[in-house]
């Protein structure tokens, strides 16, 4: 399913449910705060990987994303395209200032 079409279906869904526009940052940030604390339980806490809380937790954000993307009528598909077009430009300079340090903390972290 393209960005356009999850968007679609995501506004298809909340049609019923009219609230202010303020409460998809607000709900953003719930499901962001629940998802740190999945992150938290196990890099902090010790606890185990539980991959599908994570999944469960990724998944309720990126929808929350979504919604506060068509509150402001901000298009997934031409953002995204930007954004790596973008990126694709910076890329070389990060390898080269951050690439050997970033392995270091991946070894000791990850």
Same mark, same amino acid.
């Given at each position: 399913m393209q960005l356009h079409e999850i968007q679609k279906s995501? /506004? $298809?869904? %909340?049609?019923?449910?009219?609230?202010?526009? !303020? +409460?998809?940052? =607000? +709900?953003?940030?719930? $499901?962001l705060g629940? %998802?740190? $604390? !999945?992150?938290? #339980? !196990? *890099?902090?806490? +010790? /606890?185990p990987?539980?991959?599908?809380? %994570? &999944?469960k937790n990724c998944s309720e954000v990126f929808f929350s994303f979504v919604d506060l993307c068509n509150s402001y #009528? !901000? $298009? %997934? #598909?031409? =953002?995204?395209?930007h954004r790596i077009k *973008?990126?694709?430009?910076? =890329? &070389?300079?990060? &390898?080269k200032e951050h690439g050997e340090s970033l392995q270091d903390k991946r070894d000791k972290f990850d």
């Open positions: 995501c /506004k $298809e869904l %909340l049609s019923r449910v009219k609230y202010p526009r !303020v +409460g998809t940052i =607000i +709900g953003l940030q719930e $499901e629940k %998802l740190a $604390e !999945v992150v938290m #339980d !196990v *890099e902090i806490y +010790g /606890k990987f539980d991959k599908s809380r %994570l &999944e #009528d !901000v $298009e %997934l #598909d031409k =953002i995204s395209n *973008e990126m694709r430009k910076k =890329i &070389e300079k990060w &390898e």
